[in-house]
């Protein structure tokens, strides 16, 4: 199994930044990607951006382009989503998981991930 710990989330206000982390313990060596998913109450989990932990290479939803970068260390086993311009409607719960899927358009689907954070409440006011 994989543990994953987000932490950094906060309140914000509109336009500011924010830079979440999320620690990975246990079976790391099976995590071929590691991906950010956030969800608004009343609304379902929304796909953020993924990474592929070896390589590096990003793949982001289009709301997320421009404004958020994923990042890792695999050395501290450690992604981060780093959040600028943040805006009212990113308020969500932010959640990292891990997928073993090599296919990058599989990491958008929530279903593709074995694992899960607890997640970290991000809220923006306006």
């Known amino acids: 199994q994989v543990q994953l710990v987000e932490s950094g989330g906060g309140l914000v206000q509109a336009g500011g930044s924010l830079r979440l982390s999320c620690a990975a313990s246990g079976r790391t060596f099976s995590m071929y990607a590691m991906g950010w998913f956030r969800q608004a109450p009343g609304k379902e989990r929304e796909f953020v951006g993924a990474?592929?932990?070896?390589?590096?290479?990003?793949y982001y939803a289009d709301s997320a382009k421009g404004r958020f970068t994923i990042s890792r260390d695999n050395a501290k086993n450690t992604a981060s989503l780093q959040m600028n311009s943040l805006k009212p409607e990113d308020t969500a719960a932010y959640f990292c998981?891990?997928?073993?899927?090599?296919?990058?358009?599989?990491?958008?689907?929530?279903?593709?991930?074995?694992?899960w954070g607890q997640g970290t409440q991000v809220t923006v006011s306006s």
């Open positions: 990474i592929n932990w070896s390589s590096g290479f990003t």
């Open positions: 998981a891990t997928t073993s899927s090599p296919l990058a358009w599989h990491w958008t689907s929530s279903g593709r991930y074995d694992y």
